[in-house]
């Protein structure tokens, strides 16, 4: 069970994540990371429903097939792997999103 610390707080659209770096946002379509001075990052629909599903579970691993059962316009391994893809060329670091061979997919936080 994660500390209270790392509990993601969930306000009407807010998630928030707090990680060693500090805390991680998700605010209707927008991504604001730990950096004050990093620039908020505009998600796509489909990186955004999976940047929320990672955030939810806390840095534990998520299935591909979890995932395709969490992400209902997902559809494929393809598409997720598409997501995937399409969240890490949004983010300033595309390492906070880690495959983890043959297990699935985590947020490094």
């Known amino acids: 069970m994660a500390s209270p610390a790392q509990q993601p707080v969930a306000g009407d659209s807010a998630l928030r994540l707090h990680t060693r770096s ?10 604001h990371l730990p950096d004050p ?9 489909g990186p955004l429903a999976l940047m929320r599903a ?6 534990a691993v998520l299935s591909r097939e979890h995932l395709l059962a ?7 391994e393809h598409a997720l ?5 399409r969240l890490r060329q949004a983010l300033p ?16 936080v």
């Open 22 to 31: 500090g805390e991680i946002q998700v605010s209707g379509d927008t991504l």
């Open 81 to 85: 792997e598409m997501w995937v893809s």
């Open 37 to 45: 001075d990093a620039t908020p990052v505009q998600l796509a629909p």
């Open 70 to 76: 969490v992400l209902p316009h997902c559809g494929s």
């Open 93 to 108: 670091d595309p390492s906070m999103v880690k495959t983890v061979v043959k297990r699935g997919y985590r947020l490094v």
């Open 54 to 59: 990672l955030m939810k579970a806390q840095g």
